[in-house]
C-alpha cells in the first residue's frame, strides 16, 4: 500500500486542522464557561492551558502521524511498539463513538438553519416549545443525521485533495467571517457593553476557584482536539517539511479566536436583548438551551435579526461539519490501514456511524449519556498520547520536531510533557469524577444512570478490555505503506 495522497498546500492542512479543531464547542460551550467562571481570568487561563496541554499534545500527534506515515493504530505501534498498539485502538474507538452522536447534533444545526430561513425566529415564537418538538422528533433528527454523515462520507470519498481540502478551504474561512459578522452585530447593540465586561473584564477573586482552572483546561482539551488522533490522522498527509511548532500553534490559536469571537458574538447578545441580568445568566446556563431556545428567542428582537439568524446557524453548521469530517476520515483511515480502499473504508464507516448513531437520534437521553462518557474519554486520549511521547523519549521526540522548524520547542515544551500534562490529566480526571459522585452520592455507581460516575467507569473498561484483547490482532492487521516521495 502506497503513501499517495497528501494535502496539496500548507493553507490546505492549516484549514483542515483548524476546521478539525473548531466545533459546536467553541460556540456554545465555551461563551457560557467564560461567563460564569471569570470572564477574563478563565480566558487568560485557557490560553495558558494552550501551552500546558493542547499545542504539545498537538505536536506529539503531528509527529506520530507524519513519522509513522499510519493512522492512530498503526501509529502508536510504530512509534513506541506492537504492545501499545491498543492505545490507537482506543483513541479510534472513543473518536468514532463520538461520531456517532455528533452526527446528530450537526443534524441539529442544519435543522435550525432550515427554520431561520424559513422565518420560524419571528417575534412571540415559543422557541422552547419550538425546540423541545424537534428534539423529540425521532424521524426529523434521523433525517438530519443522515444527511450530515452522508454529506460527510460524499467528502472524504473524494480524497484528502478533493474532498477534505478542497472543502476545508471554503467551511474554515466562512466560519470565521460568520462569527466575525455575528460578533459585529452583537457588540453594537444597545447594552451590549454590559456583556462584553461579563466576557472580557477579568473578576481576579476566580483565580483562587479550582473550578476556573479546571474548567479551563477541559475546555482547552475539549476543544482543540488535543489527544483526540485527528490531528494525527491529517498529519499523515502532510510533507516532511512542514514545521510542526508553527503549524500546531496556528491550530491553537485559530481554534482560540474562534471561541472569542464566538463568545463575543453569543454574551453581549444575551445581555442586550435580555430583560434583566437574572434573565441573562440563567440563559447562560444550558449548552443545547443556549443555542436553540434563548438565542433563538433574541434573534427576533434584534435589529436585522433575521439575517443574523442564518449567519449564526450558517457557522455552527460549518463547525459542526469540519470536525465530523475529521472524525469519519479518522475512522476511515484505520480501516484503509488494513488494506482497504478509501472508498470502501468511506462507505462502511458512514453506515457504521448511521447504524450506531441512531439511538442518538431517536433518544436524546442516550446521546446525553455518550456525550458524558466519551467526551471524557478524550482526557484519557489525550494521556496517551503523553505516555507515548515519553516512551518514545520526550527530548529526542523534541529534537526531531525542531529539526527543519522556524519555531524552535524549548526545554520547557519537554518538562511540560514529562511533568506538567500528566499532573494536568490526573487532577482533572479526579475533579470531574469527584464532582459526578458529589452529585449523586448513593447511586454515583450506577452503570445505568445517563450522568453517572458509574456509567462512565463501565462503558470505559468495556473498550479497555476490548482493544487489550484485540491487540495482536490489531497490530498483525495494519499494514505498513511504502512512503513516496514528498
Not at 484505520?334 to 442518538?360: E, H, N, Q, Y
Amino acid at each position: 500500500m502506497s503513501q499517495k495522497e497528501q494535502f496539496v498546500s500548507k493553507l490546505g492542512f492549516v484549514a483542515a486542522a483548524i476546521g478539525m479543531a473548531v466545533g459546536t464547542g467553541n460556540i456554545w460551550r465555551f461563551p457560557r464557561m467564560a461567563a460564569q467562571y471569570g470572564g477574563g481570568v478563565f480566558v487568560l487561563v485557557y490560553i495558558l492551558a494552550l501551552f500546558l496541554w493542547s499545542a504539545p499534545l498537538l505536536m506529539v500527534e503531528m509527529a506520530i502521524g507524519r513519522k509513522t506515515r499510519m493512522g492512530p493504530i498503526g501509529g502508536f505501534r510504530d512509534f513506541i511498539g506492537q504492545k501499545y498498539t491498543w492505545m490507537g485502538g482506543w483513541m479510534v474507538a472513543v473518536c468514532l463513538l463520538i461520531a456517532f452522536y455528533y452526527a446528530v447534533i450537526a443534524g441539529w444545526c442544519a435543522k435550525y438553519l432550515v427554520l431561520s430561513f424559513q422565518g420560524a425566529f419571528r417575534e412571540g415564537a415559543d422557541t422552547a416549545s419550538l425546540w423541545n418538538s424537534f428534539l423529540h422528533n425521532p424521524w426529523q433528527n434521523i433525517f438530519y443525521q443522515a444527511l450530515a454523515i452522508g454529506l460527510c462520507g460524499l467528502i472524504i470519498y473524494r480524497g484528502i485533495q478533493k474532498g477534505v481540502e478542497r472543502i476545508n478551504k471554503i467551511l474554515v474561512p466562512c466560519l470565521f467571517l460568520f462569527l466575525i459578522v455575528a460578533a459585529i452585530r452583537a457588540v453594537t447593540l444597545p447594552g451590549a457593553s454590559l456583556g462584553l465586561s461579563y466576557l472580557f473584564v477579568p473578576n481576579w477573586s476566580k483565580l483562587a476557584d479550582p473550578a476556573t482552572w479546571l474548567q479551563a483546561f477541559t475546555q482547552s482539551a475539549w476543544s482543540t482536539g488535543a489527544g483526540w488522533g485527528l490531528m494525527l490522522t491529517y498529519a499523515v498527509y502532510t510533507s516532511k517539511k512542514d514545521d510542526i511548532p508553527q503549524n500546531c500553534f496556528t491550530v491553537g490559536f485559530g481554534d482560540n479566536s474562534s471561541a472569542l469571537l464566538a463568545g463575543m458574538a453569543v454574551i453581549p447578545t444575551i445581555f442586550a436583548l435580555s430583560p434583566n441580568l437574572d434573565v441573562a445568566a440563567a440563559s447562560l446556563s444550558d449548552n443545547m438551551g443556549l443555542t436553540f431556545i434563548s438565542l433563538a428567542g433574541l434573534f427576533p428582537k434584534m435589529a436585522g435579526g433575521m439575517f443574523i439568524a442564518p449567519v449564526f446557524f450558517l457557522a455552527m453548521l460549518f463547525a459542526a461539519m469540519s470536525s465530523l469530517i475529521a472524525m469519519v476520515e479518522l475512522g476511515a483511515k484505520a480501516l484503509m490501514d488494513f488494506g482497504w480502499s478509501r472508498k470502501k473504508s468511506t462507505l462502511v464507516v458512514i453506515s457504521v456511524c448511521l447504524v450506531l448513531g441512531l439511538p442518538s437520534a431517536a433518544f436524546p437521553s442516550f446521546l446525553l449519556n455518550q456525550d458524558w462518557v466519551w467526551g471524557m474519554a478524550l482526557l484519557v486520549s489525550g494521556f496517551w498520547v503523553i505516555l507515548a511521547a515519553r516512551k518514545y523519549g520526550v527530548d529526542k521526540l523534541r529534537q526531531e520536531i525542531n529539526s527543519g522548524s522556524e519555531l524552535k520547542m524549548g526545554r520547557w515544551w519537554s518538562l511540560v510533557l514529562k511533568y506538567i500534562s500528566p499532573l494536568i490529566f490526573l487532577v482533572v480526571t479526579c475533579w470531574w469524577f469527584l464532582q459526578a459522585i458529589s452529585w449523586d452520592k448513593k447511586n454515583w455507581w450506577n452503570p445505568f444512570k445517563a450522568n453517572s460516575a458509574g456509567t462512565i467507569l463501565f462503558q470505559w473498561l468495556l473498550l479497555l478490555l476490548l482493544v487489550l484483547a484485540l491487540n495482536k490482532y490489531l497490530a498483525r492487521r495494519t499494514k505498513k505503506p511504502i512512503e513516496t516521495e514528498d
